[in-house]
């Protein structure tokens, strides 16, 4: 079993969609979780931490089932600008966040 | 405030060759992460350093090495080029090493091609 797994993508939506992300790892003693956003060509980015009680930035939700060893991303009314590919990561198990375990990501594309 | 920077942004190498990949880390920032991103897959970790020490590393054969500067700034090298060593090198830079919780910032990255 891989040590992130996500989605396999890709996601086609149209703009005002809501979309969302799932993701498993294998480590039940990871303790950090992350969702990052990247762009084609570019670098990774971090949308947002992912903390057990869910966790909410506007159009974005994130959601951790330690039990099920299960993330989420919620993506409600698209832009097309959310176009990317999105990463799903956690630490590995007694890591600092220098060193982490990237998934392969899933690409989401938003169209008019 | 400059991000993280990385030099070259493109490489162009033959197989049997050697690299080395530059990274200067956010003004403040003491912890250098390296990964690396193949097409169609997640950054792989490769090292990371703190205070210029190794911190932990990632499952590279030994023909990856690095090390870290009193100013903080990393350098990534890597010998004996492969076909298979073609990818984005990232590097990260983070304030410091703790529980896992601590922001990290990437480089745009190094985009190597071995031929």
């Known amino acids: 079993r891989k040590e992130v797994e996500q989605d396999p993508g890709p996601f086609n939506v149209p703009e005002g969609a809501t979309v969302a992300f799932n993701c498993t790892y294998s480590?039940?003693?990871?303790?950090?979780f992350f969702w990052y956003r990247q762009d084609c060509r570019k670098e990774p980015k971090l949308l947002m931490s992912?903390?057990?009680s869910g966790n909410e930035d506007g159009r974005f939700t994130a959601q951790l089932n330690r039990a099920s060893q299960y993330i989420s991303l919620l993506i409600r009314d698209s832009k097309l600008s959310d176009s990317a590919t999105y990463l799903c990561?956690?630490?590995?198990?007694?890591?600092?966040?220098?060193?982490?375990?990237f998934g392969k990501g899933t690409k989401l594309s938003v169209k008019p | 405030d400059a991000g993280v920077t990385q030099s070259p942004t493109h490489l162009i190498k033959t197989r049997g060759q050697h690299v080395t990949l530059r990274c200067s880390p956010i003004?403040?920032?003491?912890?250098v992460s390296w990964y690396q991103q193949v097409l169609g897959q997640g950054p792989q970790f490769i090292f990371q350093y703190y205070e210029k020490e190794e911190r932990g590393r990632g499952n590279f054969p030994d023909r990856f090495s690095a090390r870290q500067f009193p100013n903080y700034s990393s350098e990534l090298n890597v010998n004996a080029l492969l076909l298979g060593d073609s990818a984005l090198y990232l590097c990260?830079?983070?304030?410091?090493?703790?529980?896992?919780?601590?922001?990290?910032?990437f480089g745009s990255g190094t985009q190597l091609s071995v031929l």
């Open positions: 992912v903390y057990s």
């Open positions: 990561v956690v630490n590995k198990h007694g890591g600092s966040q220098g060193n982490l375990i």
């Open positions: 990260a830079s983070s304030l410091a090493v703790g529980r896992g919780n601590e922001k990290l910032f």
């Open positions: 003004s403040g920032h003491k912890s």
């Open positions: 480590n039940s003693a990871s303790q950090s």
